[in-house]
């Protein structure tokens, strides 16, 4: 066991893996407990597409991919967000239009560019490859801004999460914790968009939050059980991923799969044990 | 000078007028009771007394040392609230969010006692989910009462809930009202019942219909006519 674990370290890929998709699974599991429980799981699906038309976009140019597409999804979040708060057209009908909308610009420019290569799949898919080291770098400190960003706003992104009416009628800038949150889903989503890929980068958002609500009933508790079930979930999808060669974002997902199969077996048993 | 002044105010949206005409004055130890059936425009008055909602005509003051955002609010129950994970503490503690970045020694102290008072304390680490509608509204209430020190609004505190829960509650408010010295503006459809215990009543149907003493008006035409003259049973 130990050595395989030596071995998977050896390769500095891996470590690289490693270290961005730790504080990835992190940030995606704190920040789904509030985008799930505001029904604005959406926005975190519709912004990976529009970073998978990003990143297309920044490689066709030959530019740094990161520094395209984290501005290009920050403003998209603000996009989103507007039209599913205003938009006379459904909020859900128009984020669906944005993101295959992106999607559509993302392949049209990968194909013009170099012709349907396997690059498309790492895109869509996710590949433990992706990370170089500059990428590391400006991955390690944007996810450490968006997990202080996080703590120091805990109360505040809480409050705006239970109940928004209240929470602006005592004089809270509702309007503007909904766009911090908005934010800081588009970074977390482009930060583990090249590992998970833009198909499955969502579910590092949606499952660890639904799963720890199988079981924890407090907004703290479900907070800290869906971290520490996002980050074992991903060494789990890692380790597999690296032992039997299966791809890293679908591994990861497959055991967040898992996870939540268990919970909920677990909640079915509590219940009747108490009914 | 009044808590809380509205001078012939008016709430329009998209330019068609919903409610109009509105004044009134809300002194210290009063407890005003807001009736009319839906869609009368009470919901929109309370935006408008919260500041969530610009009144297209007049102004809305707020005296005596209270400032807009210092209204202890108790929505109208949200549906999307029933399956949420949160602990009695955390619902109770978000009373003072705005206010501050971490919770300070005072704000917890004033949250145990307001937790006291709606006889909550022993249910601090129960989620929310697990409680009753009645206990729910306790918890709120006493949210509620974190955010304010004078002012109460209550928008429909009883709906959904059991007889029982429902006479609880009330009494739970004129408690607070006589023997706490809080202010209280109330949203009901419920007359009988709410005039009971109010000072003052605000009878909405876009306009006001009536607005006086509560003595006074359980003598009214109007309150007979809504209630089609029957006694208070």
Known sequence: ??????????????????????????????????????RYSMIGDGLSHVGFGALAASSAMGLAPLTVAVPVVVGSAFLLLRVSERSKIKGDAAIGMISTGALAIGVLVLSLSKGMTTDINNYLFGSILAMSESDVWLSVILAIAVLTTYALFYRKLFAVTFDE?????????????????????????????????????????????????????????????????????FLLGLTSSYLYNTPSGASVVVANILAFLLFSLIEKLRQRRTA | MALLTCRDVAFAYEGRTVASKINLDVHEGDYLCI???????????????????????????????????????????????????ASVWEVVSSGFTARSMFLTREQ?????????????????????????????????????????????????????????????????????????????????????????????VLHLRHEPLFYGTAQDYLKSEVCHAFTGGEDDA
């Open chain 1, 165 to 233: 009416t209240f929470a602006r009628a005592t004089g809270l800038a509702a309007g503007f914790y909904n766009m911090l949150l908005a934010i800081l889903t588009a970074v977390t989503v482009v930060l583990g968009m090249r590992m998970m890929g833009a198909m499955l980068i969502s579910s590092l958002i949606l499952f660890p939050a639904i799963t720890a609500m199988r079981l924890c009933k407090s907004f703290h508790g479900v907070t800290i059980c869906a971290a520490i079930i996002s980050i074992v979930c």
């Open chain 2, 35 to 85: 009736v009319g059936e839906n869609g009368s425009g009470k919901s929109t008055l309370v935006k408008g007394m919260l500041g969530l909602l610009e009144p297209s005509h007049g102004s809305i003051r707020y005296g005596d040392g209270l400032s807009r955002n210092e209204i202890g609010y108790l929505p109208q129950k949200n549906p999307l609230q029933r399956d949420f994970p």
């Open chain 1, 1 to 38: 066991m130990l050595d395989i674990i030596s071995q998977m370290f050896s390769y500095a890929f891996m470590v690289r893996a490693l270290i961005v998709g730790l504080l990835v699974s992190l940030c995606a599991a704190l920040l789904g407990v509030s985008l799930v429980l505001k």
């Open chain 2, 108 to 200: 917890k102290q004033i949250a145990e006692e307001k937790m006291a008072i709606m006889r909550i304390s022993e249910m601090r680490k129960r989620s929310m989910m697990e409680l009753s509608g009645g206990q729910q509204q306790r918890v709120l209430l006493a949210r509620a009462l974190c955010a304010t020190r004078k002012l109460l609004l209550l928008d429909e505190p009883v709906a959904g809930l059991d007889p029982v829960s429902t006479r609880e509650m009330y009494d739970t408010i004129a408690d607070l009202h006589l023997n706490r010295g809080v202010t209280v503006i109330m949203i009901s459809h419920d007359i009988n019942a709410a005039a009971r215990n109010a000072t003052h």
